[in-house]
């Protein structure tokens, strides 16, 4: 069983639509979740970072967290063809400023159709 | 712009050679990851360095290895190339050891034939 798994995708959602990114997770004891965007041919940067149980919302995007299923989601509103990108999924099992490696997710591609 | 930067862009190597990637972090950030990211797969994590010491490491052999200076620069060893360290080698640059909000740089594409 893999780390971090998300679903390669590509997941294809119209403009204006929510998309909606899930991630899987095998370590329960796992304690900090990010979700980062990697454009095509382009580094990966970070969206949101997520501790809690619950959601957490920052502009259009939404992470919603379930530690009891391990379970990790991204929500995207008013999808724009500008949000079409990679989204990788990766988790940490530390707390919050804790040192500890991050272990990343294969990544969902997700395409906004105009 | 991140602020981090990497070279060279593009590599191309024999299997068998040894290859130096280069990385220069954020001003004041001490701590630099580096990371291998393989056609499709996520970035995996290789080492970290922070304060120019190694502070964790993943599921890499020996022959891969890596130092920082004090100007904020390091530098990933790789000793004895094989097929499949063809891959993006992406650094990030964090103000503290958590990771918690690292900033990476625009990678080194690294082509072993």
């Known amino acids: 069983q893999k780390e971090v798994e998300q679903n390669s995708g590509p997941l294809s959602v119209p403009e204006g639509a929510i998309a909606s990114l899930n991630c899987t997770y095998s370590d329960r004891g796992s304690q900090s979740f990010f979700w980062y965007r990697q454009y095509s041919g382009k580094s990966p940067e970070l969206i949101m970072f997520i501790y809690s149980n619950g959601d957490k919302e920052d502009g259009r995007f939404t992470a919603q967290l379930n530690k009891a299923s391990q379970y990790v989601s991204l929500l995207i509103r008013d999808s724009q063809p500008s949000d079409s990108a990679t989204y990788l999924c990766?988790?940490?099992?530390?707390?919050?400023?804790?040192?500890?490696?991050?272990?990343f997710g294969k990544g969902t591609r997700l395409h906004i159709l105009p | 712009e991140t602020g981090v930067t990497q070279s060279p862009t593009h590599l191309i190597k024999t299997r068998g050679q040894q290859v130096t990637l280069r990385c220069s972090s954020q001003s004041g950030h001490n701590t630099v990851s580096w990371y291998q990211q393989a056609l499709g797969q996520g970035p995996q994590f290789i080492f970290q360095?922070?304060?120019?010491?190694?502070?964790g490491r993943g599921n890499f052999p020996p022959r891969f290895s890596g130092l920082q200076f004090p100007n904020y620069s390091s530098e990933l060893n790789v000793n004895a190339l094989e097929l499949d360290d063809s891959a993006l080698y992406l650094c990030?640059?964090?103000?503290?050891?958590?990771?918690?909000?690292?900033?990476f740089g625009p990678g080194t594409r690294l082509l072993v034939l």
């Open positions: 990766a988790v940490k099992k530390a707390p919050r400023n804790r040192d500890d490696k991050i272990i």
């Open positions: 990030a640059s964090s103000l503290t050891n958590y990771q918690e909000t690292q900033y």
């Open positions: 360095y922070y304060r120019e010491e190694e502070n």
